[in-house]
């Protein structure tokens, strides 16, 4: 039986021109974060790194970077120190590397805590980047793992909601702050592909999770994105059938430089809706209006 499901090439061209690599708009020497705090997970390869080095490109004030190994962040500082310094109008940023595991609550709250010392209270942006992808095959194949289709679950939804329940404090007692978080989903949340059970459902459960955030928390000021990243070829990435790899041609700057454009104000009509990375963002505002009007891009069920 077919399984019912969005039309994902309609979705893919909400705008006419898609994205596989970072452009002029986006360009993060047009942003100043000056000022600004933010944290990512998932931060010491990919999409992570990438991102913490266009935010150091902005020009934020302080950069905390999450991974669970400390030598995978080693190098990490030092990168962020030159992509701030080669602009030549950045300052370097205090960058301030964690060690935990999103999964473990006493890790997260330890990171937390120690942000807060570091940072003198202060978060604006929280990036939650951090996942994991089981190796897919049919629910009842007797040649999968139970543990690793369990852990797409404990990374992509437990590991986003423990690094909320931590920080979201923090955003909102900021003064002044942009009290912001990305979560990164995936188109794959709009999709039943067969194999891809629990990746597939958990990044939906992202998008639920961020309704519930906005409805205890937008009244004092929060927002919360759900974000398709691009298919980008990384060990994550790869980890999907070989049939799937043809898709994986964006670059995680385009992802990384894309976050930056979308934090460096605020957009509050874009609270609690789904954005993908490769869809121009000019092209993309233009529907601003639409997208209002019709309340598109937001998870819901209607009759």
């Not at 993908?276 to 000019?282: K, L």
Request: glycine share 6%.
């Amino acid at each position: 039986m077919e399984v019912p499901q969005l039309d994902l090439r309609r979705l893919q061209n909400f705008v006419p021109t898609v994205h596989h690599d970072t452009y002029p708009a986006i360009d993060p020497l047009k942003a100043d974060l000056s000022g600004k705090y933010v944290l990512m997970t998932g931060a010491s390869k990919g999409i992570g790194r990438a991102t913490a080095r266009s935010y150091a490109k902005a020009g934020a004030s302080g950069i905390a970077v999450l991974a669970r190994s400390e030598s995978a962040l080693s190098s990490l500082a030092e990168e962020l120190y030159a992509a701030a310094e080669a602009t030549g109008r950045r300052a370097r940023p205090k960058v301030l590397c964690l060690t935990a595991d999103t999964t473990v609550e006493s890790q997260v709250q330890a990171a937390a805590d120690k942000l807060a010392a570091e940072f003198n209270g202060r978060l604006d942006i929280l990036i939650n980047n951090a996942g994991y992808l089981e190796k897919w095959k049919p629910i009842a194949d007797p040649t999968s793992d139970p543990v690793d289709w369990w852990r797409s679950f404990e990374v992509n939804v437990k590991g986003v909601y423990l690094m909320d329940r931590a920080l979201i404090p923090l955003l909102l007692k900021t003064e002044g702050g942009d009290k912001t978080i990305i979560s990164v989903s995936s188109i794959g949340a709009h999709a039943v592909v067969p194999g891809g059970s629990a990746y597939q459902t958990a990044k939906q459960a992202v998008l639920r999770l961020n309704n519930f955030l906005v409805a205890e928390y937008a009244g004092q000021g929060l927002l919360a994105y759900s974000i398709h990243p691009g298919g980008v070829p990384t060990v994550l990435g790869l980890t999907t059938p070989e049939f799937m790899h043809e898709v994986l041609k964006d670059t995680p700057e385009l992802a990384a430089d894309t976050f930056v454009w979308l934090t460096k104000e605020r957009r509050d009509w874009l609270n609690d809706r789904y954005f993908d990375v490769t869809w121009d963002v000019d092209e993309f505002l233009a529907k601003k209006d639409d997208i209002v009007q019709k309340d598109l891009l937001r998870y819901h069920f209607r009759m």
